[in-house]
């Protein structure tokens, strides 16, 4: 069992000190403190809550409010520092299901 720690503990160090963690980190910092972001995301979570009520009501006013919604959301998605997060989300996430996959591989043997 200490030995899973230790290479546990390896594993995690050699991860944290990849370029590609450290930039994801620094983007999701951005990120997190970025006014114009979280007011962005504020205002599609209110849209988000006016479409399902508005939809419970069957008002016919909902095709407007997801328009509004669709340009917040794409507004959002293509602010620049969200594209390089997401990019980088996606890269991160394709090394830890290698390096998961890798791990269960060597376990079955």
Same mark, same amino acid.
């Given at each position: 069992? %200490?030995? !899973?720690?230790?290479?546990?503990?390896?594993?995690?160090? &050699?991860?944290?000190?990849?370029?590609?963690?450290?930039?994801?980190?620094?983007? /999701? *910092?951005?990120? !997190? %403190? %970025?006014? /114009?972001?979280?007011?962005?995301?504020?205002?599609?979570?209110?849209?988000?809550?006016?479409?399902?009520?508005?939809?419970?009501?069957?008002? !016919?006013?909902?095709? *407007?409010?997801?328009?509004?919604?669709?340009?917040?959301?794409?507004?959002?998605?293509?602010?620049?520092?969200?594209?390089?997060?997401? &990019?980088?989300? *996606?890269?991160?996430?394709?090394?830890?299901?290698?390096? %998961?996959?890798?791990?269960?591989? /060597?376990?079955?043997?």
């Amino acid at each position: 069992m %200490n030995h !899973s720690f230790e290479y546990a503990k390896e594993l995690n160090d &050699y991860l944290l000190n990849l370029d590609v963690i450290k930039e994801y980190q620094k983007y /999701e *910092d951005l990120i !997190s %403190n %970025n006014e /114009e972001i979280k007011a962005l995301e504020n205002k599609m979570k209110a849209y988000q809550k006016k479409i399902v009520n508005q939809k419970a009501k069957q008002d !016919s006013n909902v095709v *407007d409010t997801i328009k509004k919604y669709q340009q917040l959301k794409d507004e959002f998605e293509n602010h620049p520092l969200v594209v390089n997060y997401l &990019y980088l989300k *996606d890269e991160v996430n394709n090394l830890l299901q290698t390096i %998961n996959a890798y791990i269960n591989r /060597e376990l079955l043997k």
